[in-house]
């Protein structure tokens, strides 16, 4: 634990107020192993074949429940950073300011990744109380990523009527046109 403790400050100190702390002496390698480290994603937690947290504890007991709970927390926040993303990659293709609401979804991503950090406490609590801050930031982003789109569409609708107008003109001018050359040959 210490020696993995000096960089990873943020989780060492979220682990010790876990109740994994008196469970597990030896600290990180319990869960992330010594040598082949573990890298961690969010299948790292819960209870799916794989994740850490299976190797301990069962669907039953409060515990498993709480490693489900935050597991599944954090995949549905992760999901929704990915679609509000989606929504604003597609208005900035249509070509609408949406340079806000990319800053927002990169806030929406750091408070993720606190979230991450937080699984050390195994409290879905924790957790829940970054990805709830998050969630602020990610709504406002969604909501700026919609109004653009919606701003988009009224755009386009404001300019079929000019569009219209025009090609009336080029018709008539075109009519008008022929009408003279017919004149002037007879």
């Known amino acids: 634990m210490n020696v993995c403790g000096t960089c990873h400050v943020v989780q060492a100190q979220s682990f010790e107020q876990s109740p994994h702390k008196s469970e597990f002496p030896e600290g990180c390698t319990t869960c992330h192993s010594a040598h082949k480290i573990k890298h961690p994603d969010d299948q790292?937690?819960?209870?799916?074949?794989?994740?850490?947290?299976?190797?301990?504890?069962?669907?039953d007991e409060e515990s498993g429940k709480q490693a489900t709970l935050i597991h599944d927390h954090l995949a549905g926040y992760a999901q929704r950073i990915s679609k509000a993303a989606e929504l604003i990659e597609q208005a900035a293709r249509s070509g609408?300011?949406?340079?806000?609401?990319?800053?927002?979804v990169s806030q929406a991503t750091e408070f993720l990744t606190k979230a991450r950090v937080r699984v050390h406490t195994a409290r879905a609590s924790?957790?829940?109380m970054e990805l709830q801050a998050g969630s602020k930031v990610l709504e406002r982003a969604q909501r700026e990523g919609e109004n653009a789109l919606l701003e988009r569409n009224a755009r386009r609708r404001g300019l079929l009527i000019p569009l219209l107008a025009v090609v009336v003109v080029v018709f008539s001018l075109g009519a008008y046109i022929r009408d003279l050359e017919r004149g002037g040959r007879s």
């Open 126 to 128: 924790a957790v829940d």
């Open 44 to 59: 790292f937690v819960g209870l799916a074949k794989g994740a850490s947290c299976a190797d301990c504890h069962g669907a």
């Open 96 to 104: 609408m300011d949406v340079s806000g609401a990319q800053g927002d």
